[in-house]
DNA sequence: CGCTTCATTGAAACGTTTCAACGCTAGTGG
DNA sequence: CCACTAGCGTTGAAACGTTTCAATGAAGCG
């Protein structure tokens, strides 16, 4: 994949919430990168580094994690390409989660110095990257939500439609099937639930005709039941500049 | 409380974590604003609204919250004087929950256009006031580890210490003491966990020595037992410009 | 003083976890 | 090509943490 390919899914992103020009395109697109190939559940960042790079998913997911005193885990978001899931570190010096890789994946990593030249010198960019950043606390809040008041069933249908919606914005779903390469146990991770609840709720949704997970790939059997299983107002993403 | 007053606080906290100069402090501290009082629960910003204003607290709590689909609420945030628990509606037009105050309280309402100009003319103000939206988005990530992970005991132990180390830094406590104008319903929606079971929780901390709670005041009757009752590490606070 | 809000209690029901065992499948090396 | 292995998913039963409901008490306010 050559550079273009790689900046190609945030500038659409970007333009799709914010104002950028021709101009704020080739200067970011001339940003310097570093391309790495990832493999699966490979460390990106850890809590407590000071990283002097950000990265740009090319291809491929990431998820952001925390690990809790008794030594669960919580994945706290999981990032497509076009997404940058560590921007914070261009502010926050200190990490405080863990970024790794969900499958096989190729990142570009952005070196903090003309990141910040670039947002001090092109206003339009810092604004779009500042509200990214904006649309990240929004996701958490949610997550907030799935994770404090609704039952497991509720919370698995919610994040399927998530990863679902914001999928299908960068065209990368088959209809109502997408791949995304987490096990049931990451489920269980992202919403709060041990792996074996998730089984358990993975097989009621199957039964119900709603959902069918295999092997690195979701399935929407009927997205009237799914979306009533839950209650998800995809306002909270902010796809829209309007919103 | 004249203006200075009012942006003594959040210039204390920029200040103590981004380089700010007198010209910029002096460029924030001329911003328009409009002294507001409100009332216990009085209603800030509602879901769906297109605030074109921020508000800045002065003096009292504010509590940011969301309905869930059965019609619980799901408290996300609670902000304190000096604050701009609103900040984020400066890019993001659309409010995806709610801010309302905690406690009577006093908020300065700064407008969208101004602030935004401030941000586009002073770089050294636009970095401070983005890392105070990414130190809250650091505080959900650990608000969803909190919720999803922890049992109640120690998800209340865990938010009261992130409150009293949040109050302690703008001198808001009194020794191991703080008032906090929660009721153990409001705890209960800021934890995930029912008012009874709440109640039931309080008990055990007071009953175990660890704190007393009574009438919106909180003291901590023994800081050794609250941490080790929790896993809080004020990291994610990123309280420290180094951090 | 009475009213309302907040906190407390007990008991039953619920959603979820834990543990340990087992089956399936995909990949690996002989 | 088959046997072996490791990881993932599934199952049942008991235990656990929490909710729900309804009733009661205590405290603050007009």
New interface residues.
Partial sequence: MDKSGVVAPILQRLKAT?DIDQEDERAFASLPMTIRRVSDGQKIVA??ERPSACCLIADGFVL?A?V???G?R?I?AFHQPGDIPDL?SL????M??DVNALGAGLLAFIPHDPLRQLI?SR?NI??AL??D??????M??????N????VAY?RLAHLVLEIYTRLKVIGRTDGLSFNFPATQALFGEA??ASSVHVSRVVQELRNNGVLEFSRGRITILDEAKLRSA??FDP??L?LDA??
């Fill in positions: 914010a809590v407590g952001r925390k809790v005193g008794d669960n919580q706290l914070q502010f926050l010096n200190v405080d989660h001090k206003t810092a604004t500042w509200r950043t904006l649309t990240d606390a929004a958490f809040r949610e997550w907030i939500c994770v404090g008041q609704r509720s919403i709060g839950t209650d306002l909270y902010h309007s919103l």
